[in-house]
Nanobody, 125 residues
Framework: QVQPAESGGGSVQTGGSLRLSCAAS????????MAWFRQATGKEVEGVAQ???????TYADFVKGRFTISKGNAKNILYLQMNSLTPEDTAMYYC???????????????????WGQGTQVTVTS
């Protein structure tokens, strides 16, 4: 059973930066798709960024140029560097995994089998 665990959320002012981390335990196979989703209060969950087995990355339009997804030296570690944050980025951020499959540029929430508990990001004006 794969279990992602996020950390690094917090409160920051507009224009600030945060780096989220995710450690996904339970892997027995290195090939997997990992991604970040978020959900703001009263809104649907939405895909933010994904990184594929080969390192290929895809971003939602609303974070392009501001957020960077990357993997750590250990393949089960995932990061999301968030810069130029705005109040619209306020949400619970989730680390998600599709094990043993490529991402295929998919941002449907139900494509991802494993979800962490989330880490709250709050951006104040």
């Amino acid at each position: 059973q794969v279990q992602p665990a996020e950390s690094g959320g917090g409160s920051v002012q507009t224009g600030g930066s945060l780096r989220l981390s995710c450690a996904a335990s339970g892997y027995t196979y290195a090939g997997h798709c990992m991604a970040w989703f978020r959900q703001a209060t009263g809104k649907e969950v939405e895909g933010v960024a994904q990184i594929d087995i080969d390192g290929d990355t895809t971003y939602a339009d609303f974070v392009k140029g501001r957020f960077t997804i990357s993997k750590g030296n250990a393949k089960n570690i995932l990061y999301l560097q968030m810069n130029s944050l705005t109040p619209e980025d306020t949400a619970m951020y989730y680390c998600v995994v599709r094990a043993s499959q490529r991402c295929f540029y998919r941002f449907e929430a139900d494509y991802y089998e494993y979800w962490g508990q989330g880490t709250q990001v709050t951006v104040t004006s």
